[in-house]
T-cell receptor, first 113, second 117 residues
Framework: DQQVKQNSPSLSVQEGRISILNCDYT??????FLWYKKYPAEGPTFLIS?????DKNEDGRFTVFLNKSAKHLSLHIVPSQPGDSAVYFC????????????FGSGTKLNVKP | GAVVSQHPSRVICKSGTSVKIECRSL??????MFWYRQFPKQSLMLMAT?????????EQGVEKDKFLINHASLTLSTLTVTSAHPEDSSFYIC?????????????FGPGTRLTVL
């Protein structure tokens, strides 16, 4: 039972434009959400997170939006750069078991020069 | 930043043999380490949580006698796939959480590709 879903396996964007990666979840007990970035042959690295008490968190070119009523979050990258090309994973956790991450299946982003 | 290594990065073995995968936190101490498995085009699935000095906690559906986990020190956890079969072929990835870490601090290794012939 997939509690975190990323329905777009891939996304292609032109350099300089906005990349929007989406993630949906089903578990209303999730209170913390994270985005990880993964290059080939490397482990996922933490990118940005958001607590359920917020609806937006921004860090430089990266912004995560959370819509709790829709159980949806998105990662915006603007402007997109070729170095952003990677697989992006969405993850979620519950307060009472915050070390247990539920991951989506990932979205492969390709930023074209 | 914090570094987690895994060894080997890739292993091919015959059916029926056992394979050990190591996960090391190189520049921090990790009370807790995690083992994940990823099938192609699917999400990372948590297999077990490895706690230093105590027994691992396995997720539902994961056979603890098949996937042996040992967290002998604050920097090393091992996953042994016993009597491996072709269906165990997968990408295994570990992560480690620093002793004093918060909710963002789970650092991942590069993963191990296991192929069972």
């Amino acid at each position: 039972d997939q509690q975190v879903k990323q329905n777009s396996p891939s996304l292609s964007v032109q350099e300089g434009r906005i990349s929007i990666l989406n993630c949906d979840y089903t578990n209303s007990m999730f209170d913390y959400f994270l985005w990880y970035k993964k290059y080939p042959a490397e482990g996922p690295t933490f990118l940005i997170s958001i607590s359920s008490i917020k609806d937006k968190n921004e860090d430089g070119r990266f912004t995560v939006f959370l819509n709790k009523s829709a159980k949806h979050l998105s990662l915006h990258i603007v402007p997109s750069q070729p170095g952003d090309s990677a697989v992006y994973f969405c993850a979620a956790s519950e307060e009472n078991n915050f070390n247990k991450f539920y991951f989506g299946s990932g979205t492969k982003l390709n930023v074209k020069p | 930043g914090a570094v987690v290594s895994q060894h080997p990065s890739r292993v091919i073995c015959k059916s029926g043999t056992s394979v050990k995968i190591e996960c090391r936190s190189l520049d921090f101490q990790a009370t807790t380490m995690f083992w994940y498995r990823q099938f192609p085009k699917q999400s990372l699935m948590l297999m077990a949580t490895s706690n230093e000095g105590s027994k691992a906690t396995y997720e539902q559906g994961v056979e603890k006698d098949k996937f042996l986990i040992n967290h002998a020190s604050l920097t090393l956890s091992t996953l042994t796939v016993t009597s491996a079969h072709p269906e165990d072929s997968s990408f295994y990835i570990c992560s480690a959480s620093p002793t004093s870490g918060g909710r963002d601090t789970q650092y991942f290794g590069p993963g191990t590709r296991l192929t069972v012939l």
